[in-house]
């Protein structure tokens, strides 16, 4: 327990207890270092300021303490720091608490594991709203005019032509349908029905059997009308369950300290009656059960606000006779059923991020994107080779042609990782073709996973849902992508190999998702004073370079020769650079002295933005110096090459951003009041990597504490100024410390 | 044939051209030569549009039989420009639109397509700047470099985002909303707030990321202060269709923007995915296509008749309209149409050479090889590549494309050479 203190400890080059006012302060100061002078003019329109040269850090003027640090790991780990907690733990530490004791206690925060974990996992599978899922044409209209209200999905229909149903939301009343709309004894179009020419089949819940897709109305809300929902507000209340799903799922897992891939193997989940009722009309609509209404017992009646109500007495008897136990409102950790062996693999199976992409392939492309942080990006499809391949137009929606492209040069660096690993998935179809799963097209045997490619083979499993989570969680990748995840969150591009490699031992040792944090949080502490000190200039202002014509080809000097070999010959040995389709199907050849000015300033993009080298990518203490040399080979004129390292280095990239809920909510308890107002934020569905400090972000933010703090100050609570000051302070923002002024 | 004598014209002229636009002549010249692009707007159709609707229209004489043409395959020709049936409404400006066919993406993803629909160029990575964060960063008094509307993935975010997300993914509540609603001394005192904390951030010692989202703030604080004095936006009701509505919405938008000079650039995501026509692409497209058409008429009389302080919108906007991937030609079993890593893009605006079609596609829809000089079919040509359009936008901006990454072929045929 002492390790983290000493640790600590030693990144002090001050000693303890610095006395400030009534607190004692720990404080951080940075060693003074010679530097060169540096421009306080922020850049302006029309200029740019050039990057500092890295030469030697500045004069740390700045000295951070304790205070700060303790309120900055607060923060990330979703919990106010309010003066109190701060200065309650300070005490502590000063007293001879262990950090390690302060990061398990931050970690022990509900809003860690139920809302910042969440987002850095799953990002917009989690936090953006699912459209697949729950078919908006099912959302239930009503007459407004004569006689007793009719639902309706089309069209009205006249109270004569109404049928009495008992709705699912409360069985125990009787509503009146349009009969088009109800439907009970329909389940699937069946081929000769519909217009469309695929034989796959295509079932009522689904988008193509709802009014939106459907070629003729064939189907309706079936039996108690278990496929539709009753209004718009019970459509986004049911929206927002299959969210919260994912969220309390990763919550239990985390507040448990359950292995990290429990969450994508396990079979129970935590859910709410809303999602447990979406199960349940899964099973119905499998199964074709006629009479539900045992299904359904004692998860309702839902009120007409859509919340659910604890089922009143006298609600349903399951099929036993007996009286099932109220599902709770807040929602419970339970099991799910398996309508066939492995149906389930954790969230993979929920339904929000089962049906976020519809189409199979784009559904694995997902699954690889938050289990192996790969296939964000795909690249090297060209028209000749899909025109060749595709003979019956079928390529996505129905995918004749899986096997070839899985095999195909170039593509199988996708989709033998893709098109094999959807097998496992057979049971359930395209989202937009049946929203349940159907155990008929579920396969008995098993089947191969890859990775890279057709040649990578990572092991066989049984296909289906269950065979495919165990293989992907076992393979280093997913443990590399969960490590990643808690790196970029806490240290960005300031992690260093070392931080890496800590982390991803905890992982390997541990296994969970505290324990991988916790680590990250550690040498988090010991960055901050690191960032204090290696500050860099910003550098004077230059003017945009006139454009000029360069030649062909540049000679690759020593120095980044030395760097080309040692980094990217291993795959760029291939084939000369070529400006065709068919030529950047291969790696071009890097050896020839001189090598194309194309090719070259391909390279400095590639390395700048890190996407390469592909396999092994560099920490940004080997990447910038790297890019420097490319620069100082293309661009030999002075205004021209700061130009390019100020786009190259900088990148236009602010400072790592706070999740974008945190932050509103630590400004809402900076306010003393949260404005009330929702905010549609684009910033919601980012993977941490990408979640800099942006004007939109800047925007969204301001905002919020400017209407915070006006309700703050009429109600009498504050200076409106001072809790402007105080909601917008940089450790608001911010993931990374500002230093101090 | 062309003669060495029209080559060299050709290449003296559009050096000429780019070299006064790089060392900032456009003030010195502004009274003998069109004004340079002041705005940027781009617009993505969400999903792919199919080409064969909007700007490469075919007769069945003219393509292999699996390419499966639309009910009504009519086309309109003006002058050298074609449009499709859904199209056909903007020929009225075809003296002002050109059209490129052919252009490869090299994916057939949506995600990568959109991202790349941003930066104007190939196998990018996530983080970087889009081409019109890198055009506007030389942007000369609006407060906003780039602003992105309707969002409806996050793989369209960039380090330099402001903006709005669509509200069905994302929810209610917009930054545009939410001033529209704001007491004018609290926003100013809003934007006074945030300039201290841009000094504090911006001070001697700070990281270059500090620096920068130093840059940042003053750029919102000073869009609050502007906006403070400006009327709002109040959106017409063209439609109840979510869809069609958040069209015209973000178009009208767009032009509130520019014509206050709050922005350089505009990036529109319309559709939601609307143009992703797995299944039921004719109706899909007819609608789709059709709705734009009709918005986007009206955008263009807008940008044309209204005017600010630096002139008609229209004669100071460069617009591009594309898709990040095309379809298939073939029907596919849905009566859909699935991915072609292919697409094409209509442009209009100061500097681009209008009213004409550049780019031509093969008997399969597939793009062939043109002259980089004129836009004429050559064998020994090339097919427009993407990146190919970015390197020519940048040198519209003034910017010398390599500096940026974008080792692209700039297509000099679609420079207006007498600008």
Known sequence: MRRGLRRLGLMLTGALAVAAGSIQLWE?????????????????????????????????????????????????????????????????????????????????????????????????????????????????????????????????????????????????????????????????????????????????????????????????????????????????????????????????????????????TGNATFRDRNVELYYRRQKIGALRTAQPEAELAALGPWSASSEPVPPADGAPAGADGAVPAPWPAAGQWAPREDLAPGQHAGVLTAPQVLHWLPDQRQRQRGYYEVLWCTMRNSFGATTKKILDLNATGNIAFVHDSWERLAHTEICTNCHARLDYGFQFFGGYPDSRASTHFNPSL??????PLYGRDIDDERGTGPLTPQGFAQLATAQPDFAA??????????????????????????????????????????????????????????????????????????????????????????CHDEAPYGDTDEARDHAFDFRPVALPRALVVSMVDHVAFGTMPKDDPLPLLEREPLVRLIIATLWTAPAARAEAELYYLGKRRGLPAQQIDNALFMIGEAATRTSGLPWGALERGLWTDQ??????????????????CARSRDLGGTTFDACLDRALSPGTLSRWPVTSP | MRSRRDVLKVALSTGGWLAAA?????????????????????????????????????????????????????SVTVGDLRLGAQFAGLSKWASKLSTLNGVQVHTANHDTGQKQFLHLKTNIGDNMPSALDIIAARREGQPLGVTYLNLSARVMHSPAYFGTADRFYFGEGDVFSRVSDAQPGELAALAKAMRTQATALGRAGATMQAAQTAVYMRETAEFFERVSSIPPLVPEQRSVDYVAQSMSETLERTLWLIENDLTCG??????????????????????????????FDDFMAELHARKNGHGVLGERTVVVVGSELGRFPRQNDM?????????????????????????????????????????????????????????????????????????????????????
């Not at chain 1, 062909?552 to 980094?567: F, G």
């Not at chain 2, 529109?268 to 296509?289: A, C, F, P, Y």
């Not at chain 2, 020994?380 to 494309?401: E, F, H, N, Q």
Request: aromatic share 8%; charged share 20%.
């Open chain 1, 28 to 264: 951080l100061r940075a060693a003074a270092a010679p530097g060169p002078p540096v421009a306080a003019t922020p850049p302006a329109d029309g200029q740019v300021a050039a990057p500092a040269d890295g030469r030697a850090p500045p004069p740390a003027a700045a000295a951070t303490t304790t205070a700060e640090l303790v309120a900055a790991i607060a923060t990330l780990a979703g919990i106010v720091p309010t003066p109190t907690f701060v200065a309650e733990w300070v005490a502590k530490l000063d007293g001879g608490t262990t950090v390690d004791a302060y990061i398990d206690e931050v970690l022990r925060s509900p809003r860690f594991s139920r809302e910042i974990v969440p987002s850095m996992l799953f990002g917009a599978f989690v936090n953006v709203r699912n459209y697949y899922a729950l078919p908006s044409g099912f959302v239930l209209r009503r007459t407004t005019g004569d006689g007793a209200p009719r639902y309706f999905l089309r069209a009205p229909c006249t109270d004569a032509e109404g049928v009495n149903v008992h709705p699912w939301w409360d069985l125990a009343s009787e509503v009146k349908v349009c009969p088009d709309s109800y439907r009970p004894e329909k389940w699937t179009m069946e081929t000769i029905e519909h217009t469309y020419r695929s034989r796959m089949p295509l079932s009522c819940d689904s988008q193509v059997g709802s009014p939106e897709l459907e070629t003729r109305p064939l189907c309706g809300c079936g039996p108690n009308l278990i496929r539709c929902l009753r209004d718009e507000q019970q459509y986004e209340q049911f929206n927002r369950s299959l969210m919260d799903e994912v969220k309390l799922t990763t919550a239990y897992v985390v507040e448990h300290d359950l292995p990290i891939k429990e969450l994508f």
């Open chain 1, 442 to 447: 579920q396969s008995s045997s098993t089947g």
């Open chain 1, 481 to 570: 992508c969960m490590s990643n995840h808690v790196a970029e969150y806490v240290l960005g591009d300031r992690a260093t190999p070392d931080d890496a490699r800590a982390i991803a031992a905890a992982m390997d040792a541990t296994g969970t998702f505290k324990a991988v944090m916790k680590v990250a949080l550690e040498r988090y502490a010991e960055r901050w004073r690191a960032a204090v000190q290696q500050a860099p200039a910003p550098a004077p202002l230059v003017s945009y370079a006139p454009v000029r014509a360069e030649a062909p080809t540049v000679t690759i000097p020593a120095a980044l020769r030395v760097e080309i070999d040692r980094l990217c010959i291993d």
């Open chain 1, 691 to 708: 979640s800099t400090i942006t004007p939109g972000f800047i925007a969204v933010t301001g905002l919020e504490a400017m209407f915070a």
């Open chain 2, 22 to 74: 790089a060392l900032g002549c456009h003030k010195r010249r502004a009274t003998q030569v069109a004004a340079p692009p002041r705005y940027w707007v781009m617009i993505l159709l969400s999903g792919g549009h199919d080409t064969l609707y909007t700007t490469d229209p075919k007769t069945a004489a003219e393509v292999d039989s699996i390419v499966t043409l639309p009910a009504d395959n009519r």
């Open chain 2, 266 to 295: 505009v990036v529109l995501d319309l559709g939601l995915l609307g143009w992703d026509t797995h299944i039921r692409n004719e109706s899909k497209q007819v609608e789709m296509n059709g709705n734009f058409a009709s918005y």
């Open chain 2, 335 to 419: 009566l859909g149409k699935d991915h072609l890593p292919q697409t094409s893009f209509l442009f209009s605006g100061p500097g681009i050479r209008a009213g004409r079609t550049f780019g031509v596609t093969g008997p399969r829809m597939e793009g062939l090889p043109i002259d980089y000089r004129d836009g004429h079919p050559a064998a020994a040509g090339r097919v427009p590549l993407l990146d190919d359009v970015g390197a020519t936008l940048l040198r519209l901006g003034g910017l010398d494309p390599e500096r940026y990454g974008y080792a692209g072929r700039a297509c000099e045929f679609l420079l207006d050479r007498t600008s």
